[in-house]
Structure formats: structure tokens, C-alpha cells
């Protein structure tokens, strides 16, 4: 028997953690059903998971109990399937990309550490079943994703910490985890739980574990390394039956990977820091800014060069020119960060007219690269935006700069149009920041882009318009140990050959694939279409920066 269920496909990713699921009673928001088992089966085919959740819960109060299902999904995932057991049969929703039931339970109507639990958008639904003291009902969710993955790692994070909702025993707790994988496993582990058992070979793995009479109050958290293979490309496709757009029926992403292994080259990296130390910035940002500082300069490459210019009122670099990641090159600039103060205004245009001129005499075979962080609008110098995105351009173009720019703004007075289309323009981008997220996000950042492979990587194939509207756009550089996922549409299910090519070391390189795009809907691809709304939507922000304020 089927009934009719609608969940909305948020064309923004929001970042939530997968959770183990609320029943709330219509009647009594603050009353929830006790959890009195739960179990996750896990199958993972090359880094996509598809994740069944059965939990039972227990009504042990007293009253009426209307069930109203509530439970947050990880970012990136397509809910598959969501049925339950009412007693006597098997009751199945319906998945459709509809808006959800109005009916349902949303999260702002519920108690706040119902809402801090679930985040802002959980999936919600009614399960159409009235509840007496003594029944119980399982409830299964079944749910798709493409896993992160790092340096060879992919990573595994189930939430299973109940206790945000409920301190209690649970009856029975498992976890059943079966990994697939054409790259060779070299090494796997459930950090969270070592007591889970885990066994591999060259291609497989599998994890069972079972607990009895135990709080759910630890999320299952592992890993499992993959071995190095050759710079390669994994293309994925599904084919729907309807789509509301002109792009045709079929969604792609193709996840590009450099050779992770110690042999591979790296490009050399000209490197400039550039921190704002006006006046805004003092306290936890300031102090966060050196200490990311801190970290990029101490993670150098030995064949990088580098400099840092602090800005205010005025900008001052520490050197005339980039100088050698050597031991007293390195010290000195760690005593430059340290002495680093906030006062003043903030002349951006005072940054660039510093910076971009040192990139004039750098190799043609070097990743010219700087990081930009402000946390307020130009108030010294050139102060309206056009203007300075047009005087950084005129500083690029005389130097005969290829430059990565990446700026981040801390704080909720960024001129996010300025920080978006200087990014844009010169081949990075841009990210904003809380007060307090500085630090952590510049230093992940920099390990991302630490080790270059590939720089300008264009793509395109055979037969021409095989497949449109293809992001990002343009393509980000490849780095060693990281995936560039490429996402587009087509038309025409048929045999692509895929050409990747970019340069390394002023040299160009191209490769070519050859990709089958699927005719047929694919399950297990089905978050192929999440990946690109996301991908299009970020495009679509860096256009909608490219307009002046107000325009129409």
C-alpha cells in the first residue's frame, strides 16, 4: 500500500548531519516516542552509499500518540525510500520532488532542543497512525551519497548520539557496513567503535557490529584508504523521465583525481598572504588571522616562494619580493605575524597595488597564488566597487599576472559582490565566514590547494554538445590527493570520449575517456541531480554579483 509523501529538493545544499529520527505526537509537540532500537545497513559501491536506517520506537506514555515522522538526512543525500510497519502491513511513501506535506510537522513549530536537534530542514511526514500506550512501530529510511574523500581517504560518519532526545537504553544497536570498491583497499577502521569487527581484502570490506543495553550516545565515525592509481576519471549518469527544463532528461558528474601517490609533481607555488589589520579586525579575529597565518607559512612547499602584506590605512609587504620558503625566511615571517596588530581603515585597493606587481617576474611554470581576508568594506583609497574591480584588473593586466585569487570575508559587513567577482575573475573563489571561523577554514582551505597538479583545466567532448550546462565554470585547478566532481546535463544517451587537459609546468597535458551516459533512471544515482542544482546555483550567485546594486 503506498501514500503519498513530498519532499522538497533544496536547490542549495544545507549543511546537515545525518541523525538518527524524531516521532513527535501532533497532539503534544513535546512528546516524542522512545527509541528502542536502531540499525544501520550500509552498502558503499566506490564512494556512493546507499544507507538504510530501521529504528523502532515505543510508545510508553500515556494518551493518544499521532506519529509524525522527523529526521535530518546528511548534505548531499536523495532519500530513496521511507516506509513503515503499522502493525499489520508494510506502508511505503511515495518520494516525490514536490514540496513537502504542509500537514507535517515542520521544525520551527517544535520544542528548541527538538529544533537544535534536527537542524532546519528534516525530512518530515506523517505516518497516518494513531498510537496507544504499549505500541510500537519501525520505520525504515533508505538514503543516497556520494561519501567525502581526501587524500585517499574516504570518509564514513553515521550520527548515532541520541541523547540530545532521550538518555535511556536502547534495547539493540548494530551496524552493518559492506564496502565495493575498484581501487584496492589498503586499509579500513572504525574509529568511533573499535570493538567493531572489520575484515578486507584487495577489493571488499565488511564491519558488523551489535550492542544490547547500551545509551545510543556515539556516532559510528571510519575511513577507508584507497590505493593510488593513475590521474583518472569516474563519470556516474542517470536518465529521468521528466524534467521541467530544455536541458534534456540526463544528469552527469565525472569526479577527476590526480595520482595521489609520492611520486607525483607538484607545480611550485609564488604565494602571497594578504590579512586585514584595521581596526574591525581586533580580538578573536585578529588572533585567528595570525594563527592561520601561522599554520599556511609553516606549510610551506620547499620549492615555494612566498610574502605577506598586512593592510589597513596603508599596506606594507614584508618583503619587496617573494622570498624562498627557507628555515630564516620562515622565521622571519613568523615574527612579522606575530607583531601584527589591528588599527586603522581599510584601503583594499592599497593591498592589491602591493601584492599583484611581485607576480611580474615569476616562472611561467609556477601556481601564482594569493589569499585575500577582510572582514569589511574599503573605507580608505578607491572605496566603490566597480572602481576597484576595475583597478584590480589594470594592476593584472599590466604585470601579465595568471593569478588564483581566493578571498574570504569574515563577518556580516563584506562587500560579498567585490569579494565574489575578484575571485571570479582572476580563477578562484570566494568563501564567507562566521567571526570565529577564520582559522579553521583558511587552514583547510590551504591544505586543499597546497599542492597543485594542474592548472586551467578545460573540458569538453566527442561528439561536440554531448552535454550542456556543465559546472563549474570554469573549472578549478586539480590538486594532489583532492577530486574536482564536474557536474552537466544531456540530451542524447550514447558513448562519450571525455577530454581533460590543462597545463603543468607550462606544458600542456590532455587526457581523453570514454563514458557511456545512461539511458535509464539509476537509484543509486539519483543525487546526481542535487550535485548539479548545487553546482548551477553557485554559478548563478557569481552572476547575479556581476550586476551593480539596485540594477534590474
Given amino acids: 500500500m503506498k501514500q503519498g509523501l513530498a519532499l522538497l529538493i533544496m536547490l542549495m545544499a544545507v549543511i546537515l548531519l545525518n541523525a538518527t529520527a524524531v516521532v513527535v505526537n501532533s497532539y503534544n509537540l513535546n512528546q516524542v516516542l522512545k527509541l528502542s ?10 564512494q556512493i552509499a546507499s544507507v538504510t536506517l530501521s529504528e523502532t520506537f515505543k510508545h510508553i506514555g500515556t494518551g493518544n500518540f499521532s506519529a509524525k515522522y522527523n529526521c535530518p538526512l546528511p548534505e548531499g543525500a536523495s532519500p530513496t525510500q521511507l516506509r513503515w510497519f503499522n502493525g499489520t502491513n508494510w506502508m511505503v511513501a511515495l518520494i516525490s520532488p514536490t514540496p513537502q506535506d504542509s500537514n507535517a510537522v ?45 587524500d585517499g581517504r574516504v570518509n564514513i560518519n553515521l550520527r548515532n548520539d541520541y541523547t540530545p532526545v532521550q538518555t535511556s537504553n536502547l534495547e539493540y544497536q548494530s551496524l552493518e557496513l559492506i564496502i565495493n570498491s575498484e581501487r584496492s583497499i589498503v586499509e579500513g577502521m572504525i574509529e568511533s567503535h573499535p570493538a567493531a569487527e572489520i575484515t578486507y581484502d584487495e577489493h571488499h570490506a565488511m564491519v558488523s557490529y551489535q550492542i544490547e543495553n547500551e545509551p545510543a550516545n556515539l556516532d559510528y565515525q571510519g575511513f577507508y584508504v584507497l590505493s593510488a592509481t593513475e590521474l583518472g576519471l569516474w563519470a556516474m549518469s542517470t536518465y529521468l523521465d521528466e524534467v521541467p527544463d530544455e536541458y534534456g532528461n540526463g544528469f552527469f558528474s565525472m569526479i577527476v583525481e590526480p595520482d595521489p601517490s609520492s611520486g607525483a609533481q607538484v607545480i611550485n607555488k609564488y604565494f602571497t598572504l594578504i590579512v586585514d589589520t584595521s581596526g574591525s579586525m581586533m580580538g578573536t579575529k585578529i588572533i585567528q588571522a595570525k594563527n592561520a597565518a601561522s599554520y599556511i607559512v609553516n606549510n610551506l612547499n620547499p620549492g615555494d616562494y612566498f610574502n605577506i602584506v598586512r593592510f589597513s590605512s596603508i599596506a606594507t609587504a614584508l618583503w619587496p619580493s617573494h622570498s624562498s620558503a627557507t628555515p630564516d625566511n620562515v622565521a622571519a615571517a613568523l615574527t612579522f605575524i606575530n607583531n601584527l596588530t589591528a588599527t586603522g581603515g581599510t584601503d583594499i585597493g592599497a593591498a592589491f597595488t602591493t601584492a599583484i606587481p611581485q607576480y611580474a617576474s615569476t616562472p611561467d611554470d609556477a601556481a601564482n597564488i594569493i589569499i585575500f581576508l577582510t572582514d569589511g568594506r574599503p573605507t580608505w583609497g578607491i572605496i566603490d566597487t566597480q572602481q576597484l574591480l576595475s583597478h584590480v584588473q589594470t594592476l593584472v593586466d599590466t604585470y601579465f599576472v595568471d593569478l588564483f585569487l581566493f578571498n574570504f570575508g569574515i563577518g556580516l559587513d563584506v562587500d560579498q559582490q567585490l569579494l565574489t567577482l575578484l575571485s571570479t575573475e582572476n580563477n578562484g573563489v570566494a568563501q564567507f565566514l562566521g567571526d570565529d571561523e577564520l582559522e579553521e577554514s583558511i587552514t583547510s582551505f590551504y591544505n586543499l590547494i597546497r599542492n597543485p597538479v594542474l592548472l586551467n583545466p578545460e573540458i569538453s567532448a566527442t561528439p561536440d554538445n554531448a552535454f550542456v550546462e556543465v559546472y563549474p565554470s570554469p573549472l578549478p585547478n586539480l590538486y594532489l590527493g583532492r577530486q574536482m566532481i564536474i557536474s552537466g546535463r544531456y540530451a542524447n544517451p550514447q558513448p562519450v570520449s571525455v577530454h581533460f587537459f590543462g597545463e603543468a ?16 533512471f539509476s537509484t543509486d544515482n539519483q543525487f546526481l541531480t542535487r550535485i548539479w542544482a548545487k553546482q548551477k546555483v553557485e554559478y548563478l550567485l557569481v552572476q547575479y554579483y556581476s550586476y551593480p546594486p539596485n540594477s534590474l
Avoid: C, H, W
Fill in 37 to 46: 532500537r536502531s540499525s544501520y545497513s550500509v552498502d558503499i559501491e566506490n
Fill in 106 to 150: 515542520g521544525p520551527g513549530q517544535l520544542p528548541q532542543y527538538l529544533k537544535d536537534y534536527l537542524g532546519f530542514f528534516p525530512l518530515m511526514f506523517n505516518l497516518n497512525m494513531t498510537m496507544v500506550p504499549g505500541d510500537s512501530v519501525v520505520v525504515q529510511l533508505s538514503y543516497v551519497q556520494l561519501l567525502d574523500y581526501e
Fill in 505 to 520: 609546468f607550462n606544458q600542456p597535458l590532455s587526457y581523453t575517456y570514454e563514458v557511456a551516459l545512461s539511458d535509464s
